[in-house]
């Protein structure tokens, strides 16, 4: 099962590169224990181990994609880029997920949506 959605967020692509890939910003704007690099191939760890995979291919500002372990060795590989479009007041946000076990699936997507880019948008956006 697949995931494609678009999110603006009040910020410009290198900040919110930073939020994704920064191990210190993911721990500001989830509240969790997070071990991440912008580096390609980087086994990482978010969410305080809720989230672990590897970084495939990073593009510095434009894109991470990375890949999802789910615990079953002989599914195919659960892919997520994340594209980030600049914009001239922010950035839109493209994010991609492939492969999700169907009983993983409404979790992943209101975690999408809920706890990760939706909190980061918060983080970016909020005024109070």
Same mark, same amino acid.
């Given at each position: 099962?697949?995931?494609?959605?678009?999110?603006?967020? %009040?910020? #410009?692509?290198?900040?919110?590169?930073?939020?994704? @890939?920064?191990?210190?910003?993911?721990?500001?704007?989830? &509240?969790?224990?997070?071990?991440?690099?912008?580096? =390609?191939?980087? %086994?990482? &760890?978010?969410?305080?181990? $809720?989230?672990?995979?590897?970084?495939?291919?990073?593009?510095?500002?434009?894109?991470? =994609?990375? #890949?999802?372990?789910?615990?079953?060795?002989?599914?195919?590989? &659960?892919?997520? @880029?994340?594209?980030?479009?600049?914009?001239?007041?922010? @950035?839109?946000? %493209?994010?991609?997920?492939?492969?999700?076990?169907?009983?993983?699936?409404?979790?992943?997507? =209101?975690?999408?949506? $809920?706890?990760?880019?939706?909190?980061?948008?918060?983080?970016?956006?909020?005024? =109070?």
């Amino acid at each position: 099962m697949d995931i494609k959605f678009y999110e603006y967020i %009040e910020g #410009e692509p290198a900040d919110i590169f930073m939020a994704l @890939t920064n191990p210190r910003s993911i721990e500001l704007w989830s &509240s969790l224990p997070a071990d991440m690099s912008a580096e =390609e191939g980087y %086994e990482f &760890s978010i969410f305080d181990g $809720d989230i672990v995979g590897k970084n495939l291919k990073v593009i510095e500002n434009q894109l991470i =994609e990375q #890949e999802w372990y789910f615990g079953d060795d002989n599914a195919e590989p &659960s892919i997520v @880029t994340i594209k980030l479009h600049p914009h001239k007041t922010g @950035t839109n946000v %493209e994010v991609r997920h492939t492969n999700i076990p169907a009983d993983a699936y409404d979790n992943i997507n =209101e975690g999408w949506h $809920d706890f990760y880019i939706g909190a980061i948008k918060h983080f970016f956006e909020d005024d =109070e």
